[in-house]
């Protein structure tokens, strides 16, 4: 799981920005220099959930109750210097009023216990960028998921 604020990361905010075309949404996070091995960007069908860890010791945190639903196995996460991308597939084409359900603000912590998630894949065409260690990334990427799913997701 991503690192936790008290482990010396400072949490800050991020400029967001967010389009669509009929098939796709995509949600842009500008966050310098973003460490892919540290962060992590989970969803289920109705929920993102983002972790960056930037700029060294820097990390941004969000989590939205998402308009329409996704195909998260068609959705991906890109990295570059200078923002995070993430790539978001309509479960169903056609526009949406805005990024976030507007009924977002009370939810229980047992219904987000019981939410399956499942990290987006990360695009490894960036791996040019010497920020981005494919080799490492991909490793740890792939112990992550496997974590993911090995871990129990039922509330209790």
Known sequence: SPPKQDAGFKAVSCR???HQTSSQVVVTIYAKNPLPALSSVKANRTVLEVHVIFEGNKIFQAELDLWGVIETEKSFVSMVPTKVEITLC???PGP???LEH???EE???ANQKSV???FLRKKS???QYTFYPSDTTVAVFQLLLKIAFI???NAR
Do not use: E, M, N, T
Request: hydrophobic share 30%; proline share 8%.
């Open 116 to 118: 399956g998630v499942s």
């Open 125 to 127: 065409r960036f791996s």
């Open 90 to 92: 309509k479960a169903s």
């Open 16 to 18: 967001q920005d967010w």
């Open 96 to 98: 949406w009023a805005r």
């Open 151 to 153: 871990l129990p997701r």
């Open 102 to 104: 507007p009924q977002k």
């Open 107 to 109: 939810k229980s912590k």
